[in-house]
């Protein structure tokens, strides 16, 4: 089953059923492209509710806010000290 969300752009997600709850993942292109019997693999850490695609990576998800965040904080710190 395939749902679609609009938020600021059209996004597709997938909807799925595994270990007896349900689970939804954004995936790339409009659900009538995918083949009935294709099969996308992800990969699944036991005790999380994260399901990521096999050349998906968390941890580089997570230093790249990071070094969002602190490049954010760095603009912050010199406007006031501009000012």
Request: hydrophobic share 40%.
């Amino acid at each position: 089953m395939c749902l679609i969300a609009s938020v600021a752009k059209i996004r597709h997600y997938l909807k799925f059923k595994y270990d007896n709850k349900i689970y939804s993942k954004a995936i790339g292109k409009p659900c009538e492209e995918y083949r009935i019997d294709e099969t996308l693999n992800l990969k699944h850490r036991k005790g999380t509710n994260i399901f990521l695609y096999e050349n998906e990576a968390i941890e580089t998800e997570f230093i790249s806010f990071g070094l969002l965040a602190i490049f954010g904080l760095f603009c912050v710190i010199y406007g006031f000290k501009r000012k």
